[in-house]
């Protein structure tokens, strides 16, 4: 006999099997609540106090439904209906009332109860089913919520590509972090996405609907980044025609995102941290305190602990904003991504300019992971734009690419005596077979006459170095 369920059946059997709790001091309602609820399949919970439904709700996983009396011996139903939607709990509640109070059920609706049950209890039926559509509407609420979560979730990660395990816990951080109030340091070579981040924290957290402002601290030169930051009152220097906000008071309410803080002047760090410490700030030229609501969010590509070291870097302000760091990992440490970067940016840009989908072969891809990124994900997604545009066919191999990176001599004669002797051969066989066969017009014939290296040699490193020419693509 078969006996096995399917993910569906499954799923409504996990339904029909829910917790509820019952809070009414009177012992005959609380049986008659366990006997129908038991009848139906589900748990009950069945307590007499106030005081005993909050210490179950700090102690117990949340019930799927709350039965809940209006008169309890320590206090009022509708008050404990209120504060539990003040602190978040949003299963659905029944309301039992005495004595046919018709006022105080139309109260209790109006706070977000599903439904009332008036004592004394006459029809069970007529209760059951009520708890049924009550539970039903929970699990709609809550699979809403989730997916609202996901689409939420997916919008604010845009652009944050990666499923190594040093993203994940990126993930996992810009998560957590996103609805604490505290400042957070994202740490990470240039190019790794610093920014993105930021944004992404800001648009899971609950100012997603305020201003998001970035601001380069390196960008900017020390009098104008502190004016820029802070403002400045009419006066306060030559040109400063009108008083000026800056953008501190700009993001009020919002988030600010100061990146490369490590290159701010010593002047400015002291006013930053009198904005992280005491949320106020002062316009150049002014002696009155503005109040500001901002939250902070900082980035480097420095060690701020050895500018610390150094002298070059504030600590009081470093062990401020050093609340939550988020160490962004280099392209060299996520390699196994590059699959996913490479197939993500050749989609959008293909899109973008309105081309058809160019695809990249196994052994491109191979070869792009061989190679090293120093400029991170913003290098190999400005590499994939270009071979996107300068490429004419819809496949992309290994041997197409070597005449789409941009290197200078030096920065080829660096990589080459990089590392050890078999990969710089390996580097370097690459780059001269490669050339050979581009200046030979693919005629293995006329390549060997040119080289001097015997046409089977050289067909031998084609295969071994997986180079293709247009007569075996």
């Not at 007499?48 to 209006?70: G, N, Q, R």
């Not at 994940?168 to 998560?175: A, G, H, N, T, W």
């Not at 760090?269 to 700030?281: D, M, N, P, S, T």
């Not at 992309?396 to 941009?406: H, M, N, T």
Request: net charge neutral; aromatic share 8%.
């Amino acid at each position: 006999m078969d006996i096995s369920i399917n993910h569906n059946e499954a799923d409504i059997i996990s339904k029909l099997s829910s917790t509820v709790l019952v809070v009414d001091d009177e012992a005959f309602a609380r049986r008659f609540f366990s006997t129908i609820l038991e009848e139906e399949g589900h748990k009950c919970a069945a307590i007499a106090t106030s005081k005993e439904c909050f210490d179950y709700l700090k102690s117990k996983p949340l019930p799927d439904l709350i039965i809940l009396d209006i008169r309890l011996p320590d206090g009022n139903g509708l008050q404990v209906l209120k504060e539990l939607r003040e602190f978040g709990i949003n299963v659905p509640i029944i309301i039992v009332t005495a004595y046919g109070s018709i006022s105080d059920a139309v109260g209790a609706m109006k706070m977000g109860a599903f439904d009332y049950f008036s004592k004394p209890f006459e029809d069970a039926n007529k209760i059951k089913i009520s708890i049924r559509k009550a539970l039903e509407y929970g699990w709609l609420e809550n699979e809403n919520r989730m997916l609202r979560n996901q689409l939420k979730s997916r919008e604010a990660f845009q652009g944050i590509i990666g499923k190594s395990k040093r993203m994940q816990s990126v993930y996992e951080l810009i998560r957590k972090s996103a609805n604490v109030a505290t400042t957070v340091l994202i740490e990470g070579q240039s190019g790794t996405g610093k920014e993105l981040v930021a944004r992404a924290i800001h648009h899971l957290s609950n100012r997603r609907e305020k201003t998001f402002i970035p601001v380069n601290c390196a960008a900017l030169p020390e009098a104008l980044l502190e004016s820029a930051l802070f403002g400045y009152e009419k006066g306060s220097f030559t040109g400063a025609a009108k008083t000026t906000r800056g953008f501190f008071e700009e993001a009020h309410g919002g988030t600010l995102f100061l990146d490369e803080i490590g290159d701010a002047p010593a002047s400015v760090q002291v006013k930053v941290l009198r904005a992280v410490e005491y949320g106020v700030i002062y316009r150049v030229g002014s002696t009155k305190p503005i109040s500001l609501d901002v939250r902070l969010l900082f980035a480097t590509n420095k060690s701020l602990s050895a500018e610390v070291a150094e002298g070059r870097f504030r600590n009081d302000l470093y062990y401020r904003i050093n609340v939550v760091k988020i160490n962004l990992p280099s392209l060299e440490e996520c390699k196994d991504d590059i699959p996913l970067l490479v197939d993500s940016f050749a989609a959008d840009y293909c899109a973008k300019v309105g081309v058809e989908k160019k695809n990249f072969s196994e052994d491109a891809i191979t070869y792009l992971i061989s190679r090293k990124w120093p400029g991170n994900v913003r290098e190999l997604k400005n590499f994939i734009s270009r071979v996107i545009v300068l490429h004419s066919g819809r496949m992309v191999r290994a041997s197409d690419l070597s005449r789409y990176f941009e290197e200078d001599g030096s920065q080829k004669s660096e990589s080459l005596f990089d590392g050890e002797y078999h990969k710089a051969k390996e580097q370097f066989d690459r780059k001269y077979f490669e050339r050979l066969i581009e200046k030979s017009g693919d005629d293995l014939n006329i390549a060997a006459k040119q080289s001097g290296v015997h046409i089977a040699t050289i067909y031998r490193k084609l295969d071994a170095l997986s180079i293709r020419t247009k007569k075996t693509k």
